[in-house]
């Protein structure tokens, strides 16, 4: 069964950083690009970063800079490091492969 | 940015009969490759989204042949023939075509 399982949210001050992973199983990980997607409470989704097979890496103008997205092939595992987080980063996260499978997501909570 | 605007925002449906819903992008989605990157996600109370249809009209695996997806150039829509109650949620549509990845603002589905 594919399955993708997020961790690493948590409560973070504004300008702090946290990483983020998700754990990959049931598929080969390295074929495929992977992406990081967020949703605040009650809102729509927002692409936050992707990376392909080769490595190439891809984000949207808010959180360029400031967040990176890295995967481990060995270990079947794709990190998101976000670095000044600020108010505005608060939102459930999830790690999807290419977009077609999703796991259930880790929350980001960044306040004083 | 492609913006992807979704109407209605709201649609009450009664059990058993038609729901559609409309995706229009504020520019062409044709990839270079030839292929449009429109998808639509289902995201019921309390899920993560699931993939229901990619490029346009092409149902991902397990979902029911219910759903279906139509469109060109910019216009988009999806289509579910008979209702059900596990149907209820709020459904997004994704274009994948160019960075940054966007959604549309997402639709709820609601039984009367």
């Known amino acids: 069964e594919v399955q993708l399982v997020e961790s690493g949210g948590g409560l973070v001050q504004p300008g702090g950083s946290l990483r983020l992973s998700c754990a990959a199983s049931?598929?080969?990980?390295?074929?495929?690009?992977m992406n990081w997607v967020r949703q605040a409470t009650g809102k729509s989704l927002e692409w936050v970063a992707a990376?392909?097979?080769?490595?190439?890496?891809y984000y949207p103008g808010s959180v360029k800079g400031r967040f990176t997205i890295s995967r481990e092939n060995a270990k079947n595992s794709l990190y998101l490091q976000m670095n000044s987080l600020r108010a505005g980063d608060t939102a459930v996260y999830y790690c999807?492969?290419?977009?077609?499978?999703w796991g259930q997501g880790t929350m980001v909570t960044v306040s004083s | 940015d492609i913006v992807m605007a979704q109407t209605p925002l709201s649609s009450p449906v009664t059990l058993g009969q038609p729901a559609s819903i409309s995706c229009r992008s504020s520019?062409?989605?044709?990839?270079?490759?030839?292929?449009?990157?429109l998808s639509w996600l289902q995201q019921r109370p309390g899920q993560p989204p699931r993939l229901l249809i990619y490029?346009?009209?092409n149902r991902f695996s397990g979902v029911p042949d219910r759903f279906s997806g139509s469109g060109a150039g910019t216009d988009f829509t999806l289509k579910i023939s008979r209702v059900e109650a596990e149907d209820v949620g709020v459904y997004y549509c994704?274009?994948?075509?160019?960075?940054?990845?966007?959604f549309g603002q997402g639709t709820k589905l609601e039984i009367k």
């Open positions: 994704m274009q994948a075509t160019q960075f940054p990845y966007t």
């Open positions: 520019q062409s989605l044709v990839h270079s490759d030839g292929n449009i990157y």
């Open positions: 049931g598929f080969t990980f390295s074929s495929y690009d």
């Open positions: 999807a492969r290419g977009l077609t499978i």
């Open positions: 990376i392909g097979t080769a490595g190439d890496t």
């Open positions: 490029k346009i009209s």
